[in-house]
């Protein structure tokens, strides 16, 4: 929704009238506020639908670890920035993103693409042969995995084996998760130290239409 004429206002998201709001198809007011946790809105706004129970708390869980990172060069350059100027938390807000790169952050859509390459390579055949065929090929060239190892916890980031509750189903539009989906923890990391997703959890694709 834009502020002003709303002639050409086009929204997949969201859309609004003099007395009601819509949010991917349903009423802010009636539907949401009061009713979905702020992670369930969340996933609503990029995916469109609401997340089962077990989304939502392998969400929840992710949101959690990554939200400390100590004195790494993004929050550094949020602090200075605010210090700065302390009556402008945009600027220190968007020095902190502006400080987001390939290091710090970035490695987590490295890994994304590893293994939306590893995808395309099976193309809907055999995955694992792809998988195995991709991992050879960056062990002879001698190339780091994405979303693996990390500089301070060599022996495997101790967030990757936090083990959130299991969650409990409180609506019937949500799928129950499966038991025991959580398998043995991968030594995965990244610099957002985010725990492996079960596959009981399934994350769709993430799109944002205008």
């Known amino acids: 929704m834009k502020i002003g004429s709303q002639r050409h206002a086009v929204s997949a998201i969201s859309t609004a009238n003099?007395?009601?709001i819509v949010v991917r198809g349903e009423d802010l007011c009636r539907d949401l506020i009061g009713a979905v946790t702020l992670t369930e809105h969340f996933w609503l706004l990029v995916t469109g639908a609401r997340?089962?129970?077990a989304q939502t708390r392998i969400l929840d869980a992710c949101l959690v670890a990554i939200s400390e990172h100590g004195l790494v060069p993004s929050v550094q350059?949020?602090?200075m920035t605010l210090a700065a100027g302390p009556d402008a938390m945009q600027g220190a807000v968007a020095a902190g993103i502006l400080g987001c790169g390939s290091v710090i952050l970035g490695s987590a859509e490295n890994a994304g693409k590893f293994?939306?390459?590893m995808v395309e390579r099976a193309a809907g055949s055999n995955l694992?042969?792809?998988a195995a065929a991709l991992v050879q090929e960056y062990r002879a060239a001698r190339r780091p995995f994405p979303g693996y190892g990390h500089p301070l916890h060599k022996g495997g980031d101790p967030r990757s084996r936090?083990?959130?509750a299991a969650p409990v189903v409180t609506s019937r539009r949500r799928a129950p998760a499966r038991r025991r989906c959580w398998r043995r923890p991968a030594r995965a990391s990244s610099s957002t130290s985010r725990a492996p997703f079960?596959?009981?959890c399934s994350t769709p694709a993430f799109h944002s239409p205008a």
Request: proline share 14%; glycine share 0%; aromatic share 0%.
């Open 115 to 117: 293994l939306s390459q």
């Open 162 to 164: 936090s083990r959130p």
């Open 128 to 130: 694992a042969a792809a």
């Open 198 to 200: 079960p596959r009981c």
């Open 77 to 79: 350059a949020a602090r």
């Open 18 to 20: 003099a007395e009601t």
């Open 51 to 53: 997340p089962t129970a």
